[in-house]
T-cell receptor, first 114, second 110 residues
Framework: DTEVTQTPKHLVMGMTNKKSLKCEQH?????MYWYKQKAKKPPELMFV???????INESVPSRFSPECPNSSLLNLHLHALQPEDSALYLCASSQDWADTDTQYFGPGTRLTVL | GQSLEQPSEVTAVEGAIVQINCTYQ??????LSWYQQHDGGAPTFLSY????GLEETGRFSSFLSRSDSYGYLLLQELQMKDSASYFCAGVYNQGGKLIFGQGTELSVKP
């Protein structure tokens, strides 16, 4: 099983809402990633977790709050977002921190902030 | 800095060979990956080069030259389904950090 799943597929939220994105993998991977991707642009790294600990935060605004409850799950909590945060949010995983070259991506959550 | 440059778009015909180039900044650079992304889909891993030279995987090959800070993805026997965006991505700081180039949109014509 080389699948990374993400829920929901689509999300529309207001600027005052609180919502969460979920990501799951059952490949035994110990590194997990959150990316943001705008249309016709590359994925931009947001956060990296290694062995359930936050290893990299690419200076992401605090309205995005990641959480790794266990080795298979990754959440992204959203609060007080801005319309410019509308994008495709991709989750990915790799065997280990050192295997970041080979990442398995989920299908993404398409987020619209009104 | 940590950035990668690649052409924004390439057009080729079915059955042809196309090469997508990528240049990168060397500070903290560890290796070069390539990903394919179809419209509306997720990025999919294609290949990785940590050492100089050519890596071949079926119709796709990838090359790295550290002395030139340059790599390329070679796609042979192009098929319509190869129409997609192709991203080079640099592994920096020996792990954890994958920085993507701006992407090359490949259009394969009949």
């Amino acid at each position: 099983d080389t699948e990374v799943t993400q829920t929901p597929k689509h999300l529309v939220m207001g600027m005052t809402n609180k919502k969460s994105l979920k990501c799951e993998q059952h490949m035994g991977h110990r590194a997990m990633y959150w990316y943001k991707q705008k249309a016709k642009k590359p994925p931009e790294l947001m956060f990296v977790y290694s062995y359930e600990k936050l290893s990299i935060n690419e200076s992401v605004p605090s309205r995005f709050s990641p959480e790794c409850p266990n080795s298979s799950l990754l959440n992204l909590h959203l609060h007080a977002l801005q319309p410019e945060d509308s994008a495709l949010y991709l989750c990915a995983s790799s065997q280990d921190w050192a295997d970041t070259d080979t990442q398995y991506f989920g299908p993404g959550t398409r987020l619209t902030v009104l | 800095g940590q950035s990668l440059e690649q052409p924004s778009e390439v057009t080729a015909v079915e059955g042809a060979i196309v090469q997508i180039n990528c240049t990168y900044q060397t500070s903290g650079f560890y290796g070069l990956s390539w990903y394919q992304q179809h419209d509306g889909g997720a990025p999919t891993f294609l290949s990785y080069n940590a050492l100089d030279g050519l890596e071949e995987t079926g119709r796709f090959s990838s090359f790295l030259s550290r002395s030139d800070s340059y790599g390329y993805l070679l796609l042979q026997e192009l098929q319509m389904k190869d129409s997609a965006s192709y991203f080079c991505a640099g592994v920096y700081n020996q792990g954890g950090k994958l920085i993507f180039g701006q992407g090359t949109e490949l259009s394969v014509k009949p």
